[in-house]
């Protein structure tokens, strides 16, 4: 979607406000705040270290803020609020928030021993009351979305990188999340299948879902992003549509960053 198309009348899906998260000493993310709307690409920038990962595990509460609060389409992520004081969710809980939520990693995480029709169509069925016919029939089309048609037999060692992250995107979207979160899904691919990934990503993001990004292609974030958040330190050093960041950068930090990665 294109940040004109986008009005204060468009949902919001992602609410961060005031991220904190510090591991013992170590203060990881020193208040983060990022709103994303429905159809919106955000594409996270930052050099290694800086908090990336921590802030989009804290999204989907695989890492538990030490203070903040986030909300995914309305509601509160992790913890139900009683009169003014928050309490953590079940697990049960969680993992039932967690269906909305997709994410994919730079390391594929597919299931080994399972081939690639029923690393798609299991989760729907256990954790959507899908039944077989449904969810295979949707893997199947999922398949076709991201181009590995006739694939179904296959096991992940059968693949490629490129392939396995493909599935791996088909196996998040079977869900038919409210989001999608990617943590750097194309940094452990030969460069030669990086392409095939991002052009999956695109078809994703024109098909109007709601995407926050770490990356560090900066060609595929000044096309297919609406919105650019530099992070560097834990702090948010930089946030603008995606051109504006990318080409002229207001910050020296985002500048030398942008400068290392030509
Ligand atoms: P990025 O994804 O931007 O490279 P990360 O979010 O992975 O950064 O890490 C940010 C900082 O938090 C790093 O200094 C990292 O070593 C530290 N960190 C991440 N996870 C843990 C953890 N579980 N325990 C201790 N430190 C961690
Ligand atoms: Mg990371």
């Known amino acids: 979607m294109s940040s004109s198309a986008l009005s204060s009348t468009t949902p919001l899906i992602v609410e961060a406000v005031e991220v904190h998260k510090s ?3 170590l203060d990881v993310l020193k208040g983060i705040n990022l709103t994303v709307r429905k159809g919106e690409v955000v594409c996270l920038l930052g050099p290694s270290g800086s908090g990336k990962s921590t802030f989009l595990r804290c999204i989907n509460h695989l890492e538990r803020m030490t203070s903040g609060r986030i909300l995914v389409d309305g509601q509160l992520i992790g913890y139900h609020q009683h009169a003014g004081v928050l309490h953590e969710m079940s697990g049960k809980e969680l993992a ?3 269906r909305d939520i997709g994410m994919v990693f730079q390391r594929f995480n597919l299931f080994a021993h399972q ?4 690393n ?5 069925i256990l954790n959507r009351g899908k039944t077989r016919d449904e969810a295979r029939a949707r893997a199947r089309e999922l398949l076709k979305m991201v181009d590995l048609e006739g694939r179904e037999q296959s096991y992940p060692y059968q693949l490629s ?3 396995q992250q493909r599935v791996a995107i088909a196996r998040a979207l079977a869900m038919d999340p409210k989001l999608m979160l990617f943590d750097e899904p194309t940094s452990a691919l030969d460069p030669e299948l990086v392409g095939e990934v991002l052009a999956v990503m ?3 993001a024109s098909g ?3 995407m926050i990004v770490v990356t560090h292609e900066l060609s595929f974030a000044r096309e297919v992003a609406d919105r650019v ?5 834990g702090v948010v050093v930089e946030e603008g549509p995606a051109r504006e960041v990318l080409d002229n950068p207001r910050q020296e930090r985002t500048q030398a960053f942008l400068r290392r990665m030509h």
Not at 229 to 233: A, G, I, L, N
């Open 23 to 25: 591991f013992g000493p």
């Open 96 to 98: 039932l928030q967690r």
């Open 115 to 118: 081939d690639v029709l029923t």
């Open 120 to 124: 798609i169509s299991q989760a729907p």
């Open 161 to 163: 990188g490129g392939q």
């Open 202 to 204: 695109r078809k994703l």
């Open 208 to 210: 109007g879902m709601t």
């Open 229 to 233: 958040m530099f992070m560097d330190q």
